[in-house]
Structures are given as C-alpha cells and as structure tokens.
C-alpha cells in the first residue's frame, strides 16, 4: 500500500537553531504533499500545500519565512523550521493524497519537535 | 469554507459493544468527501471509512461504518464490536469536491474513545 516515510520522527534543538524535517513517498509519486501541525491534545491544522516544481501554498497566518517548504522531486517535501522557538515545538505530520481512490490522504508517522 | 464539528471530546466503550462517534458538517459545497482517521498513541494518522457527498450508501468497511445523513449534515462513524485495540484519537475530516480536485482536509477536534476490558 502507499507508504509515506517522515524524518527524523522527533529532533530536540536549541532555540535560534533551524531543523529539517524529510516527507518521502516511498512507492509512489507524489506532485502536491500537505504539511499540518497538531499541539498537544489538539486537532491538525493545516500549514501549507507543498507543490513539485512550484511555491508552497500558505495557509492564513504561516510565516513562509519561518516554515520553509521545498519539493524538491516527486517523492520528496521537506520543512525547515528556521530560527526555532520554544513555541515551534509541536508535532509535524505530512501527507499526500494515494490509496484507497485518489482523494484519500496518506499520513506520515508525524515528526516531534521540542525546542528548548 | 468547511467547518466539522466533534462535539464528543471523549468516550468510553466496554469492549465487544458497539459505539458512536459524532461528526456534524458545515459546508455550501454541492461536492464535498467526509473522512475518518484514527490517531494512538503514537501519532500517526489512519485512514478508517470516506464518504462521498454523492454516495447513496453509507459506506462501510469491515467493523467501521459511517451514518451519512446528508439533510442533518451528520457523519457519524459507528464502531461495531469495540476491540481494545480500538482505544485512541479519532477525527472526522472534510475534503472539498469529492474528485480529487483538491485534497486538503479540515479536521474536526477529534473524539478520544477509551474501550474498557
């Protein structure tokens, strides 16, 4: 079945440091991957709309700076949280739409991230 | 816009019986895909049960069904035969267009089921 690899699945930094998180499709290929955010005990919202070849699309109130998207192949997205503060810390999951009919989403393992 | 409302933020189960978890709709699409995800502990997300807007059936998959009762905007996930296995975060998701047109999703809060031995 479709398979999307995240990475690292948790990362500690300091604050003022910047941490990449890695999306991967493993067995498929994938033009647009999602990137949510869920704090704890709360729902996923949506980020951005990562798109191959093209500009993120941001959701309302993202800083593009500081989440930075890049798709940089047909299986690969990735976010870099610049500058991180404790207030980056949350849990990071991707997702690209494959499986099960072509609108449902397959969700990566999720990537924590703490800042200290 | 799409809004989905949870407005159970917890449940409890005994095991072997079956449970409903509520999911109610906003939306002036005339096209629009109901999702349910379940969440562990772990964090990672699984795709449960999808139901077009257009479906005349409600859609079932193996002990997951969803009530679709498009005049209430309800999609009620039902869980037949509760397995302790079954205890974890669950999010009703709406999608707009029903096509693949556009894949972004809206959660709901989500529904934290608990099933007891």
């Known amino acids: 079945g479709a398979v999307v690899s995240q990475h690292p699945s948790w990362v500690i930094c300091k604050s003022g440091t910047s941490v990449k998180i890695e999306c991967r499709s493993l067995?498929?290929?994938?033009?647009?991957m999602f990137w949510y955010r869920q704090f704890p005990k709360q729902s996923l919202m949506l980020m951005a709309t990562s798109n191959e070849g093209s500009k993120a699309t941001y959701e309302q109130g993202v800083e593009k700076d500081k989440f930075l998207i890049n798709h940089a192949s047909l299986t690969l997205s990735t976010l870099t949280v610049t500058s991180a503060h404790p207030e980056d810390s949350s849990f990071y999951i991707c997702?690209?739409?494959?499986?099960?009919?072509?609108?449902?989403?397959?969700f990566g393992a999720g990537s924590r991230l703490t800042v200290l | 816009a799409q809004k989905i409302t949870q407005t159970q933020p917890g449940m409890f189960v005994q095991e072997k019986e079956a449970v409903t978890l509520d999911c109610t709709y906003d939306t002036s699409d005339q096209s629009y895909g109901l999702f349910w995800y379940k969440q562990p502990s772990s964090g990672e997300m699984i795709f449960l049960i999808y139901?077009?807007?257009?479906?005349?059936q409600n859609a079932t998959e193996g002990r997951y069904s969803l009530n679709f009762q498009k005049a209430r905007k309800s999609a009620n996930l039902v869980i037949s035969a509760s397995q302790l296995g079954d205890s974890a975060m669950y999010f009703c998701?709406?999608?707009?267009?029903?096509?693949?047109?556009?894949?972004?999703?809206?959660f709901g809060k989500g529904t934290l089921l608990t099933v007891n031995p």
């Open positions: 997702s690209a739409p494959r499986g099960f009919g072509a609108n449902v989403l397959t």
């Open positions: 139901q077009g807007s257009y479906d005349e």
């Open positions: 067995d498929f290929q994938a033009t647009t």
């Open positions: 998701a709406g999608q707009r267009g029903s096509g693949g047109s556009n894949y972004k999703l809206t």
